[in-house]
């Protein structure tokens, strides 16, 4: 899938905080944000990677948040898609698989809810954002750098992550679109994924995840944190809008409704709670 032309926000000074996948969660979105503004951390060094709107109840309501806190945004493939006004939500899941099928239902309720001027604001979106924090170069990006909608794992060979990163000037890209946080030391540069705040990361528990990069003279810091919220709360207003009880259920159980597009390494039996990483950027 075509992805967007990029945007370069240069030399950013202080700590950059990053999340993926708000998924029409509002109360996760609003957790996120009064999170950022406890942190200190500006719009301007706030990037979401992408997927604003999908599985949940208030798809407007969470967009309008994102737009009015004025933060750098990658587009997702449900971005591109509903900008479009596309059949489907790109995901990028085989035909007839269980996330192809559960993803039907929520794409009608968002795309029957989005107006024609929120539609234009996610089609000019960015494809990537770029930027710098001390001497390292940052590609944010919502599925891999090639595409998208690709799935890049914790479980997806390496090479084919050194391979995407390669084809950037970057030293470090940082994904969406898989709903799992991690880190990987590549041979040459990383390639970090922010994680999402707006479904679990399928461990068991009802947390969503980001990540907060911290520079200082030698490097840079990357630490995941938890994002706990009141998911009961969204999780009714799914029940409430008649939505798929199948992902309203995820959000307390903290396990994905299925786990089709997870390459074996990835698929947590029974759910392990993630623990919070740290890792170590280096020039
Ligand atoms: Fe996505």
């Given at each position: 899938m075509m992805i967007n032309p990029k945007r370069d926000l240069g030399l950013l000074n202080g700590p950059v905080l990053l999340f993926g996948g708000?998924?029409?969660n509002l109360a996760a979105t609003e957790a996120m944000q009064a999170e950022a503004q406890r942190l200190q951390i500006p719009p301007e060094r706030v990037i979401c990677t992408g997927?604003?709107?999908?599985?949940?109840?208030?798809p407007v309501e969470t967009l309008e948040l994102i737009r009015h806190w004025g933060i750098h945004v990658v587009q997702g493939n449900c971005e591109q898609s509903l900008g479009a006004g596309?059949?489907?939500?790109?995901?990028?899941?085989?035909?007839?698989s269980s996330c192809s099928l559960l993803s039907i239902e929520w794409y009608r309720y968002a795309s029957q809810r989005v107006s024609p001027e929120q539609q234009y604001w996610m089609a000019e979106l960015p494809g990537q954002v770029d930027f710098q924090l001390g001497s390292l170069r940052f590609s944010v990006v919502h599925g891999s750098t090639q595409s998208i909608n690709e799935f890049i794992f914790p479980g997806t060979p390496q090479a084919l992550k050194q391979a995407r990163l390669s084809?950037?000037?970057?030293?470090v890209v940082v994904g969406g679109h898989c709903g799992i946080p991690f880190g990987e030391r590549l041979e040459r540069g990383y390639w970090l994924n922010a994680g999402v705040i707006g479904m679990p990361a399928n461990d068991g528990t009802r947390d969503g995840w980001y990540l907060l990069l911290e520079p200082d003279s030698n490097g840079v810091t990357a630490n995941w944190h938890r994002l706990p919220y009141q998911a009961q709360q969204s999780r009714q207003r799914m029940q409430q809008a008649d939505l798929c009880d199948a992902y309203a259920q995820a959000l307390t159980s903290g396990r994905w409704p299925s786990t089709d597009i997870l390459p074996e390494a990835d698929r947590l039996e029974p759910a392990t709670p993630l623990k919070p990483q740290t890792l170590r950027l280096s020039y």
């Open positions: 708000p998924y029409s997927d604003i709107i999908a599985y949940c109840a208030e596309a059949p489907d939500c790109g995901c990028g899941f085989d035909s007839g084809a950037t000037a970057a030293d």
